[in-house]
């Protein structure tokens, strides 16, 4: 239940704002804004709620968490009446619209006469040295809340909520109604509610305020809170099938790959049955012989147009894929598994959490698409004994790399007759790279390469300052000098390792 008129009046006698300053505006959530005031020796929090059913505003006791990422409103109110001194606050009649007025002297930004017509081209403004003084509308209506930045001429800088259908838009001249007498038999059936059911501290006297900001403290949060943990819920199920599903294809991945002998006994059966393929019997793309092993005949699947030299290769070539990959997958196998643990713990972390401004803002973090996240820098980084490594893995990278994080006295690593990322290892000051950095670095430049599926390849590497980049060449292409070989034969082992740590 939203506040009314009544219990408004009283909020505003206990606040008594006037003559108070504005030092911080806080725009916690969608539905919510703090002013942070300041009267000699006074300081206080306003805490103002649009949410449907809730709508209030009241004296908080609690630092107001910051939103993340800047919004709108709460920038456009900084700008204007952070450092204002409210000369009056209250209720317009009993219409559950609280006026306050703001005064702020300083540069005040007045744009020239010949510039109004050609405004939303031109950006230069003219700066003088005046008072600035405006309003704040705040409409307590639940389901109808809003909270809108005057000139005293009633016309809306900016609003909490722009709604064009109903003219709650910047520019537009703010209808506000007409304030009317209500009786004493009418106001007497907007009495100020006790708030009975609501455990209250039983140690001292509360103010209203006090009283208002335990009840929806209580009563809102259960519900938001309640609602949350269900957005939870779904987001914690959905991530948990998606990465159950990939393990099992894993699972069954790995299953396959254990039996890679059979690819092996296949290629020599169509080896030990290759008279076949000179006599016409396999044209319909299979080889039917008798498996030697089993006693049983079988159908292996070939290709009529290759001899049975190049299918059974084809059949050995997948013995040693599988072969060679099965330590590979166990690694992905553990990482997922990894995955679906560290997911439990923010899972458990979102279900422990109590306070609901805080939960919506974890949520928001992990249902932000990886698209959107602002990346800190290209590529990868890695950090081995007070040696940072940095990856580019393609073109894009590499040359951003090279442009904006590396400098002269870093190394570039690079794989020789092979395309593929960059690898740098970054300078210390008298320190030589030593071995064993300049083979992880070796690692990642062939892990990160079209050599990657021969398991070796030579490399070259030298300082940055002696790279130069190719006239006319394509992006991030660099001609090097001073350049040192280096052969790599790839070890999972230091892949491995650098990617739990």
């Keep these: 239940m939203s506040l009314n008129c009544t219990e408004i009046d009283l909020i505003l006698k206990e606040l008594d704002l006037k003559g108070s300053f504005i030092q911080e505006i806080v725009q916690p959530s969608f539905d919510s804004l703090a002013l942070y005031t300041y009267k000699p020796g006074v300081p206080k929090t306003v805490f103002i709620c649009l949410a449907a059913g809730s709508c209030r505003l009241n004296e908080v006791h609690r630092k107001i968490p910051k939103n993340p990422k800047p919004l709108r409103f709460n920038e456009m109110l900084r700008s204007r009446i952070k450092g204002a001194r409210i000369t009056d606050c209250c209720q317009l009649g009993k219409e559950r619209i609280i006026k306050i007025s703001t005064y702020r002297e300083g540069p005040v930004y ?24 405006l309003n704040i509308y705040i409409r307590l209506w639940s389901n109808a809340g809003n909270i809108f930045l005057c000139t005293k001429d009633h016309i809306i800088l900016d609003s909490f909520y722009r709604r064009p259908g109903k003219g709650e838009m910047t520019g537009e001249k703010l209808s506000l109604p007409e304030v009317t007498e209500i009786d004493g038999e009418t106001l007497a059936k907007f009495p100020v509610r006790n708030f009975s059911g609501t455990e209250f501290p039983a140690d001292r006297e509360l103010s209203f305020n006090e009283k208002i900001d335990f009840f929806y403290s209580q009563t809102n949060a259960r519900s938001s809170l309640e609602s949350l943990l269900e957005q939870a819920e779904k987001w914690y199920n959905s991530h948990k099938s998606r990465q159950t599903a990939a393990l099992d294809r894993l699972e069954e991945k790995r299953q396959a790959f254990l039996n890679a002998a059979q690819w092996k006994h296949q290629g020599d059966l169509i080896l030990s049955y290759s008279y076949k393929f000179n006599d016409g019997s396999v044209t319909d793309g299979f080889l039917e012989c008798n498996d030697y092993d089993s006693g049983k005949d079988v159908r292996l699947k070939i290709d009529p147009k290759k001899s049975a ?38 899972y458990a972390v979102m279900t422990s959490e109590k306070n609901p401004v805080k939960l919506e803002q974890i949520l928001r973090k992990q249902q932000t698409p990886k698209q959107q996240e602002k990346e800190e820098r ?26 904006h994080y590396v400098k002269g006295q870093d190394m570039w690593f690079h794989t020789r007759d092979y395309a593929g990322g960059y690898i740098f290892v970054k300078a210390r000051t008298g320190k030589t790279i030593p071995l064993e950095i300049m083979l992880i670095a070796g690692n990642l430049a062939v892990h990160y390469s079209k050599a990657r599926k021969n398991g070796e390849a030579d490399l070259y590497y030298t300082q940055v300052k002696h790279l130069r980049r190719a006239k006319n060449g394509p992006k ?17 082992t230091i892949l491995r390792q650098l990617e739990q740590n």
């Design 476 to 492: 991030g292409l660099v001609l090097p000098a001073n350049e040192k070989n280096l052969h790599i034969k790839l070890d999972q």
């Design 378 to 403: 290209p590529g990868l980084m890695y950090q081995v004994k007070d040696w940072v490594i940095f990856v580019g893995r393609d073109a894009s990278e590499n040359d951003e790399l090279l442009r």
């Design 309 to 346: 030299q190049e299918n059974a290769a084809s059949y050995y070539e997948t013995y040693k894929k599988q072969t060679s990959g099965l330590e590979e997958l166990e690694h992905d196998i553990e990482r997922a598994r990894r995955s679906l643990r560290e997911l439990e713990k923010q």
């Design 110 to 133: 007045v744009m020239p006469a010949a510039q109004e017509k050609i405004a939303k081209k031109k950006k230069n403004t003219v700066e003088e040295e005046g008072v600035e003084e």
